[in-house]
C-alpha cells in the first residue's frame, strides 16, 4: 500500500485537517480574551507556538493509534512510519524557529527602528485629543497625556520622548511611522478625552510606530475624579505590553510622579501654553504674568508639584533680567526665585533634573565654588532633565565635553527647538559652525524654525560666508532682523551700519521693556559702544541675579570679552570663586569691537 493510501486509511488527514480547524478558532478566541486580561505580548506568542507544536503530534498520533472495533490499538510500525516521523520533527523545527525569530525580532528594533535607531524600549506620549465640545477641556486632555508620560518617564529602561517633542504633534493626524522616525521611538501611545461635566471618556492604545499593531487599547469610562487611576492603569498597561516587569518600587515610583489633583495639572497646561505664546516675540511680560498666576493656581491645589515651582522661576529670571526695577524690588523678586528653586530641587524626583536645578541655585547664589563640582555631576549622571540656565556656563568650561553632553541630551527631546538652538550656540563656540547650520537645518525640515536666534548668520559668518549671512538676516523675522543685521554689519567692520542697526532694534516697539540686559550689552559691544556696554555690565552686576546674566551675555556673543571686566567686581568674584578665567576665547571676532 502506498504512503498516501495509508494516510487515508489511518484517517491523518481528517486529523490535521480537524486540528488546523479548531487551532485557528483557539488561537483567534485567545487574540481576543489576552489583550482583554492586559496579558503581555510574549504570552500570546507562547500560546500560538503551543498550537503550532500540538499539530505535528496531532499528525503523529493519527498514524500511531488506529480505531479498531476492538478499541484503539496501537500501530506505528508500519511502512512509512519513520517519514512521518522526520515531517513532524521538521513542523516542530518550523515552529520553534519561528518563536525564536520573533522573539528575537522582538528584543531587537525592528527594520525602521533600526535604521532610526530606536530601541523597542522607547515610546513617545502624544497629547490626547480633545473630543469635547469645550475648548477648556483641551488643557484637561493635555495634562492627562503629560501625566502619563511623567509616569513612564520614572520606569528605568523605557526611554520616553519630552513633552516638548511629543507635543510637536498636536493637533496634526501625522502618520505614526513617521511621528516614530521624526523622535526616534519605536512605540508611540495616542488617545482621546471626552469630558461632560463630571464624566469622563478616555481612549488609549500603543502602537508599533514601524507598522501601526496595535499592542494594546483601551476604553475607560470614568469620574474626572477618577483621572489619576486611569492614568496610573495606561501607564502600567503600557510597561506590560513593553515586557517591563514593574516590582513594588518601581510601581510606587509611578504611582508617586507628577499631579494628583485636576485643578492643578489644568492650571499648570495653561501656564505652560501662555509661558510658550510669551517667548514667541520678544518677551511679552503681560502673558508671563498670566501664566505664573496659573501655576500659583496649581501650586495652590497640589503644593508638592515640582513642575509648576521650576516652571514658574523662569518669570523671575526675565522680571529680574531686564534690570529696570528697584533694588528693593529685585530683592524681593530674587528671595521668591531662590524659594521656589529650592522647593523645585527638593520636590523633584529625576536626579539629572534636581542637578540641573541645583546648578541653577548655585548661579544665582553669591559662592560658585561648588558650580564646577554639580556641573561634573550633571555631565556624568544619565537620564534626562530640562536645562534652563546651565548653558551660560559654556564659555568657561570644557566645551568638547559639555557639547557631547548637550548631544547626548537631545536623544530626550529631539524636536526642543529652543535646546536645540542652544546645541547649536556651542557647536560654534567648539569651531564647528557647519555642525550648527545642519541644526537649522533638521529644525527647518521639521517645520520648527528657520532660525536660531542669531545662531544661523553666526555660523555663516564665521564660515567666512557673509553674503548668505546677510541674506539670512534680511528674510528673519522682525523680533530678530535688525539683531542680525548688527551682527552682520559689525562681523564686516562696517560701524555706522551697525550703529544704525542698534538704534533699529532699540526703536523696536516693547523693546525699553522686553530687552534683557544682557542682550543689551551683547548690541552694545557689536555696535563697538565699549562705554555703553561697561555701563549696562556694571548696572546689571548689581542686580541680584547679575552674574549669571553677564555670563549668559558671554555665551550668547561667542566674541570674548564684552565689557571691562573691573566694572563687574561681582561677577569677577564669581568666576575667580569657579576658577575660570578672563577672557574668553572670541569664536566670532567682530571687526567693530575693537578690545
Known amino acids: 500500500m502506498s504512503l498516501f493510501a495509508e494516510l487515508q486509511r489511518r484517517s491523518v488527514f481528517k486529523a490535521g485537517a480537524a486540528y488546523l480547524v479548531v487551532g485557528w478558532l483557539v488561537v483567534q478566541a485567545a487574540s481576543i480574551a489576552f489583550p482583554a486580561f492586559e496579558a503581555a505580548p510574549a504570552l500570546m506568542r507562547g500560546f500560538i507556538l503551543i498550537v503550532l507544536l500540538g499539530f505535528p503530534v496531532a499528525l503523529v498520533l493519527a498514524w500511531a493509534f488506529e480505531i479498531t472495533p476492538e478499541g484503539v490499538k496501537l500501530d506505528a510500525t508500519g511502512a512509512g512510519s519513520k517519514r512521518i516521523f522526520m515531517v513532524a520533527a521538521v513542523l516542530v523545527a518550523l515552529a520553534l524557529g519561528w518563536f525564536m525569530r520573533g522573539g528575537h525580532q522582538a528584543a531587537s528594533p525592528d527594520a525602521t527602528s533600526a535604521a532610526s535607531g530606536a530601541d523597542t524600549r522607547s515610546i513617545a506620549v502624544l497629547p490626547f485629543a480633545n ?14 497625556s503629560e501625566e502619563i508620560l511623567n509616569s ?3 520606569i528605568e529602561g523605557l526611554r520616553v520622548t519630552g513633552r516638548t517633542s511629543s507635543f510637536q504633534f498636536k493637533g496634526k493626524n501625522e502618520d505614526l511611522r513617521k511621528v516614530g522616525e521624526a523622535l526616534g521611538v519605536a512605540n508611540v501611545l495616542e488617545g482621546s ?32 475624579a477618577d483621572t489619576f487611576q486611569v492614568q496610573l492603569d495606561i501607564a502600567e498597561s503600557v510597561t506590560r505590553a513593553l515586557d517591563i516587569l514593574l516590582d513594588d518600587a518601581a510601581q510606587a515610583r509611578m504611582a508617586s510622579a507628577g499631579a494628583r489633583d485636576i485643578e492643578a495639572f ?29 501655576f500659583g493656581k496649581a501650586i495652590a491645589s497640589e503644593p508638592r508639584f515640582a513642575g509648576a515651582y521650576f516652571q514658574r522661576t523662569d518669570y523671575y529670571a526675565h522680571q529680574l533680567g531686564q534690570n529696570t526695577r528697584t533694588p528693593a524690588e529685585h530683592a524681593a523678586l530674587h528671595a ?17 533634573q534636581r542637578a540641573l536645578i541645583e546648578v541653577d541655585r548655585i548661579l544665582i547664589s553669591e559662592d560658585w565654588r561648588t558650580l564646577p563640582q554639580q556641573i561634573e555631576t550633571v555631565i556624568t549622571l544619565g537620564g534626562c532633565g530640562d536645562p534652563v540656565w546651565i548653558d551660560v556656563v559654556g564659555p568657561f568650561v570644557d566645551v568638547e565635553r559639555f557639547v557631547a553632553w548637550r548631544q547626548k541630551l537631545r536623544e530626550c527631546d529631539p524636536l526642543n527647538s529652543s535646546q536645540l538652538s542652544q546645541v547649536a550656540t556651542l557647536e560654534i563656540a567648539a569651531g564647528r559652525p557647519e555642525e550648527a547650520l545642519k541644526i537649522g537645518e533638521f529644525l527647518h525640515t521639521h517645520g520648527l524654525s528657520q532660525n536660531l536666534g542669531g ?47 542698534l538704534k533699529r532694534w532699540l526703536d523696536t516697539p516693547r523693546a525699553a521693556t522686553n530687552i534683557s540686559a544682557d542682550n543689551r550689552i551683547n548690541a552694545y559691544a557689536l ?6 556696554a561697561n555701563a549696562i555690565a556694571a548696572a546689571l552686576d548689581q542686580n541680584p541675579i547679575g552674574p549669571m546674566m553677564l555670563a549668559a551675555a558671554v555665551a550668547e ?7 571691562d571686566i573691573e566694572q563687574t567686581p561681582r561677577f569677577k568674584a564669581r568666576l575667580t570663586e569657579a576658577g575660570w578665567q578672563w577672557p574668553p576665547l572670541d569664536a566670532m571676532h567682530y571687526k567693530t569691537k575693537d578690545w
Open 193 to 224: 478625552v471626552r469630558r461632560v461635566g463630571d464624566k469622563v471618556r478616555i481612549t488609549a492604545q500603543l502602537v508599533r510606530a514601524a507598522d501601526g499593531f496595535h499592542l494594546w487599547s483601551q476604553t475607560y469610562d470614568r469620574d474626572v
Open 266 to 294: 489644568v492650571g499648570y497646561q495653561k501656564g505652560i501654553a501662555l509661558f510658550n505664546a510669551a517667548h514667541e516675540d520678544y518677551i511679552d511680560i503681560a502673558k508671563m504674568e498670566q501664566g505664573y498666576a496659573e
Open 131 to 144: 473630543m469635547s465640545t469645550d475648548p477648556e477641556n483641551e488643557f484637561f486632555a493635555d495634562g492627562l
Open 455 to 501: 545662531g544661523d548668520v553666526q555660523a555663516f559668518l564665521a564660515l567666512g560666508k557673509p553674503d548668505e549671512a546677510k541674506r539670512r538676516a534680511a528674510t528673519a523675522p522682525p523680533w530678530l532682523r535688525d539683531f542680525k543685521e548688527l551682527q552682520v554689519a559689525a562681523h564686516a567692520g562696517d560701524k555706522p551700519a551697525a550703529q544704525a542697526a
Open 336 to 352: 521668591r526665585h531662590e524659594e521656589d528653586l529650592a522647593q523645585a530641587a527638593r520636590l523633584a524626583t529625576a536626579p539629572l
Open 557 to 563: 556673543c561667542m566674541c570674548g570679552a564684552l565689557f
Open 152 to 154: 513612564l518617564v520614572t
Open 527 to 532: 555696535a563697538g559702544d565699549r562705554k555703553g
